[in-house]
């Protein structure tokens, strides 16, 4: 028996095969908008159909239209997002509401307390950028949304006549003399700034050492100028929705 597990976000989503001890076999990715069309859906999904995959496929999801199409389009499964069921089962949660908090930073909070056993910082780079702050014994305490870095290029290129799209590089100069060097120096120390100045904060005023786990597009390029010695976890977010499953669907 397979299972299927899948996240929905704003700019890509995920979808994972994986073994009958829910270790993952397979993971295939695709831009969001794209399952906006019946054929591309119909054509990404079928590639799974080949297995015997169990009939509770889990999802979380932070693009409601697109999860409503994915789900008529999986009707022979019962598809079911992670806000569906009790949550509380897994992780304390210390928020206001818990429809205000994107499924996908929830799953990440599980994800890193479930399998690294300690309090942990979440930083993903996705089409924002987010903080998410996980303590010991398994409390989700919040945390903080920044603008993303390529949805911040792309806007700032749309907004003024001149401007190109930046393609960030590493560097080790602090400013430019054009344009483009200008515009990559601001990115890479604009952020390293913003992200090292978060995790300061959230550290500071908790008083707690956290591991930092990287995930999502920038997690490869920004260890090297994140403090606290950072780990990267790809399958962070999956990894939520994996032990969400096995607690409350298997």
């Known amino acids: 028996m397979k299972y299927l597990v899948g996240d929905i976000g704003n700019t890509l989503t995920k979808v994972s095969l994986l073994n009958n001890n829910f270790k993952i076999i397979k993971s295939f990715n695709i831009e969001t908008y794209k399952l906006k069309k019946f054929n591309l859906r119909y054509k990404f999904f079928k590639k799974f159909m080949y297995f015997k995959v169990n009939n509770n496929i889990l999802f979380s999801s932070v693009v409601p239209s697109i999860y409503k199409l994915v789900k008529s389009s999986l009707k ?32 990440n909070a599980i994800g890193a307390y479930k399998n690294y ?28 949304i920044a603008p993303g870095i390529k949805t911040s ?3 700032l290129n749309k907004s003024t006549a001149l401007l190109p799209i930046l393609n960030l590089k590493s560097i080790s100069k602090k400013y430019g003399k054009n344009t483009k060097d200008a515009l ?20 500071v005023t908790s008083k707690i050492k956290y591991k930092i786990i990287l995930t999502g597009g920038y997690a490869y390029f920004f260890k090297k100028f994140v403090n606290n010695k950072p780990s990267i976890d790809e399958n962070i977010t999956i990894k ?6 096995k607690k409350l669907l298997k």
Request: charged share 20%; proline share 1%; net charge positive.
């Open 76 to 107: 022979k499964f019962k598809v079911i997002e992670i806000k569906e069921l009790n949550i509380r089962q897994l992780i304390k949660l210390k928020i206001n509401n818990i429809n205000q908090v994107g499924s996908d930073r929830i799953a």
């Open 117 to 144: 056993k300690t309090s942990c910082l979440v930083v993903d780079f996705g089409t924002a950028t987010t903080f998410d702050v996980v303590k010991k014994p398994g409390i989700y305490d919040g945390g903080v």
């Open 153 to 155: 290029i792309i806007n």
């Open 184 to 203: 990559n120096a601001g990115f890479l120390w604009g952020y390293q700034g913003l992200i090292n100045n978060i995790i300061k904060k959230i550290t």
């Open 240 to 245: 939520g929705i994996i032990e969400i499953y």
